[in-house]
């Protein structure tokens, strides 16, 4: 059989961390709380506009290109026209 003090089985490795532990007490680490000061009410604050003109920046538009449209007197087809079509 195996000795229990060796480190590579289950017991061996239960007793040394146990006795781990009873060596090193663990410390309780103190979170530092913070407090903040309540903000100062400043009032109501009554403000009038003293502008006279407001600017206001356009958005930039592309320029889309125009498009030509030919204007014909007469139809380019006539009633009673064949027209081909193929299925």
């Not at 239960?14 to 781990?20: A, H, L, T, V």
Request: charged share 45%; hydrophobic share 25%; no cysteine.
């Amino acid at each position: 059989m195996q000795d229990q003090n060796d480190d590579l089985t289950f017991e061996g490795a239960w007793n040394n961390q146990f006795k781990d532990e009873k060596k090193k007490p663990e410390k309780k680490v103190k979170s530092e709380i913070k407090t903040f000061e309540k903000p100062t009410f400043r009032g109501k604050r009554d403000i009038i506009e003293k502008r006279s003109k407001i600017i206001v920046t356009s958005k930039k538009r592309l320029e889309e290109p125009t498009k030509k449209v030919e204007v014909v007197n007469q139809l380019s087809s006539k009633e009673g026209d064949d027209f081909d079509v193929e299925w």
